[in-house]
């Protein structure tokens, strides 16, 4: 497959990887935009299962070294809602419109990274208008819906899950980390279960650690020297972009 791809769509993909492990290095995630850029230059059949391989191998060297800051507590309140979203997105995916559900989504998300960035501005201590009471379960279900729907982009619920709950940059990127795992591990056995875990995919996992391994040193370092007020409003930048990419979508991730 990789021998297949010109110089230039090479040269593009690990220019992709490195952004997407950086943003995964700093944040705790951006496979949400990760996964649609490369499936622009490799086959999704391909690309998905390798992309479960990789999220396994990205989120155990970022649990590995902060393992300490995972949020038990909070992982585990995810988990509920994002059930009955995983079954919710059952239902939507045959009866909705994916697109139009995309569209929804990405301004639903677009309007959040707003409120958050605005939130971000406000004096310690002020009350949101909109609890987290309210916006955590939301959260939750959603990306079981999302996940079910669009693969990737449940990531993007779990930040909002875990935002909503105003969580320290450290605890943030390692519960997201875990989330992350979690998933990845799901999905790869369900792929290798239907017969889709390819040598392809294996293959591509193996290439891209050398791209990971740098773009998670480089996240690393730039999440070491952000304050929390930045890393909150790098999370509303990257949820925006993510919900630009719904909006603009004609098809499925």
Not at 2 to 10: D, Y
Not at 63 to 84: I, K, N, Q, S, Y
Not at 135 to 155: C, D, E, H
């Amino acid at each position: 497959m990789l021998l297949e791809l010109s110089p230039l769509a090479l040269a593009y993909c690990i220019a992709v990887l490195l952004l997407n492990f950086t943003l995964r290095g700093s944040l705790g995630f951006g496979g949400a935009l990760g996964l649609p850029l490369l499936a622009l230059a490799i086959p999704v059949k391909v690309i998905a299962p390798a992309w479960s391989l990789i999220g396994i191998v990205s989120s155990i060297a970022i649990v590995g070294r902060g393992r300490r800051h995972v949020d038990w507590p909070e992982f585990l309140r995810l988990l509920p809602g994002c059930m009955l979203g995983i079954l919710a997105g059952l239902f939507l995916f045959k009866a909705l419109d994916t697109v139009l559900l995309a569209r929804s989504l990405g301004a639903f998300i677009i309007v959040y990274a707003a409120y958050s960035w605005w939130m971000s501005t406000r004096a310690a201590g002020t009350r949101p208008p909109v609890p987290s009471s309210v916006l955590r379960p939301l959260s939750s279900v959603a990306s079981g819906i999302v996940g079910t729907v669009f693969g990737s982009m449940a990531t993007i619920f779990f930040a909002m899950f875990l935002d909503a709950g105003k969580m320290g940059k450290d605890a943030f990127r390692a519960t997201m980390s875990a989330m992350i795992l979690t998933i990845s591990v799901a999905r790869t056995a369900g792929y290798a279960a239907v017969g889709e875990l390819t040598l392809d995919s294996v293959i591509l996992c193996a290439a891209s650690i050398p791209a990971m391994g740098i773009g998670l040193l480089v996240g690393d370092r730039l999440h070491s020297g952000l304050s929390q007020t930045a890393f909150q409003r790098l999370v509303c930048i990257l949820l925006a972009l993510c919900g630009a990419a719904l909006l603009g979508s004609g098809k499925q991730f």
